[in-house]
């Protein structure tokens, strides 16, 4: 990967790895200094890499700069707190090597902790989402801006409150016990969606689908399975979903990086062993006896990995799109659902229900209006396809519209 790419790259894989071990070692009333510290890093790596060009290996140049400007912060504060304002050091002796650790466990571990800590019952449950999209997985304001479909303005007061929250509840960064961890968990696994999702259905970067966001939404989802406190069915599920839709990933995109429909994809190019992985992981979602969204939607998504277009398959997603809205309600479901309706009852009767919804804001809407209509009223089709046009905010999306336009 070249250096115009790798640094951005990077940033989205170890900003937050960065941010969680400093933020862990600093407390939360010092998650902006570790902010800091983490971007100045990759700043310094702009600039010196520009320059010397890229070190052997990258992430252990990062973590070893983020450590050490991690330790003039921490030495600058105890020259302060000794000669300035004794009163305040106590006596306290300061180690800065040993406790800036940059290892593998502990990177998982102050992730896993700050997940956990940001989905305290103290703030919204909004807040804790947007403030783990910011802190857990870099997005940017304008990111969560589109996840929550709201403003940046009312984003910035969001995390700004939440924070202060944060340092008013003296929270730590560490493991609640089994009781917190089961009412926070739910906030957890929204994030981990939410992650996921802006991958899958990007509308940002001019990119229809980001990998590196799906896969680090994987990862963090992994890392719930893998520790025993909070391996539970709805974690499990969660990641056999991901791993279904991952599994289409190369048959998502053409050769020009536009969308290409479920319908029209090539399914030599699904992916069989992330399929397998999805069909462990739903299997062991199978114990304890609450069943959640996304015991539903893994289900679904693993109809949508069997080939072939049989009544059987599209009942089974009917049925299942069914029990997912009664237990959740989401109209973006609801709009998928059609979908599978057209296949069972037909598409005048899939309209009909498509129309219910009047998502005159979503792209989507219109997109799945314009293919239920498609050869059955091209005139409804056309304008359903011009609207969605109207609202994509990619290149490639409107690339992709205009084709059906033309098609038709």
């Not at 857990?136 to 969001?158: M, P, Q, S, V, W």
């Not at 970067?205 to 399975?225: G, H, I």
């Not at 998928?336 to 005159?360: P, Y």
């Amino acid at each position: 990967m070249a250096q115009p790419e790798l640094i951005p790259h990077l940033f989205r894989t170890e900003y937050r790895k960065i941010v969680s071990v400093l933020s862990k070692r600093f407390g939360f009333d010092q998650v902006e200094i570790a902010e800091d510290i983490a971007s100045d890093t990759f700043l310094t790596a702009a600039q010196i890499w520009g320059l010397n060009g890229l070190p052997p290996n990258p992430v252990a140049w990062l973590y070893h700069v983020a450590r050490n400007k991690a330790k003039n912060h921490l030495q600058r504060k105890s020259v302060f707190e000794n000669k300035i304002a004794p009163e305040l050091k106590q006596g306290i002796t300061e180690s800065f090597e040993s406790d800036i650790d940059m290892s593998p466990q502990n990177i998982n571990d102050s992730q896993l902790q700050m997940m956990f800590a940001i989905c305290h019952p103290s703030i919204s449950s909004e807040s804790q989402i947007g403030l783990s999209l910011r802190i857990l997985c870099g997005f940017g304001i304008e990111e969560i801006t589109d996840a929550f479909l709201t403003n940046r303005e009312t984003i910035y007061k969001r995390l700004l409150r939440a924070r202060e929250k944060l340092r008013e509840e003296k929270i730590r960064i560490e493991m609640p016990d089994a009781a917190a961890i089961e009412s926070r968990l739910e906030n957890v696994l929204t994030t981990i969606y939410l992650l996921f999702n802006e991958g899958y259905y990007s509308l940002n970067q001019n990119q229809t689908l980001r990998k590196d966001l799906c896969l680090e939404a994987m990862r963090l989802c992994t890392m719930l399975v893998e520790n025993k406190t909070t391996n539970k069915p709805a974690v499990n599920a969660l990641l056999s979903l991901m791993c279904f839709h991952a599994s289409r990933f190369e048959a998502r995109l053409d050769d020009n990086g536009e969308q290409v429909l479920y319908e029209d994809q090539d399914e030599n190019l699904w992916n069989p062993e992330l399929i397998s992985r999805g069909g462990y992981f739903l299997n062991c979602a199978a114990s304890g006896e609450q069943v959640s969204k996304y015991h539903f939607e893994a289900a679904i998504a693993y109809w949508s990995t069997q080939k072939g277009d049989t009544m059987e398959k599209w009942e089974n997603v009917l049925h299942l799109y069914d029990q997912l809205l009664q237990i959740s309600w989401s109209p973006i479901a609801a709009l998928h659902r059609t979908f599978a309706l057209s296949k069972i009852k037909g598409k005048s009767a899939a309209v009909a229900e498509a129309e219910k919804l009047n998502l005159v804001d979503n792209q989507f809407y219109y997109l799945m209006l314009g293919e239920l209509n498609k050869d059955m009223d091209n005139g409804k089709a056309k304008e359903s396809f011009e609207k969605a046009f109207l609202l994509a905010k990619t290149d490639a999306g409107r690339k992709a519209i205009q084709l059906k336009i033309e098609k038709l």
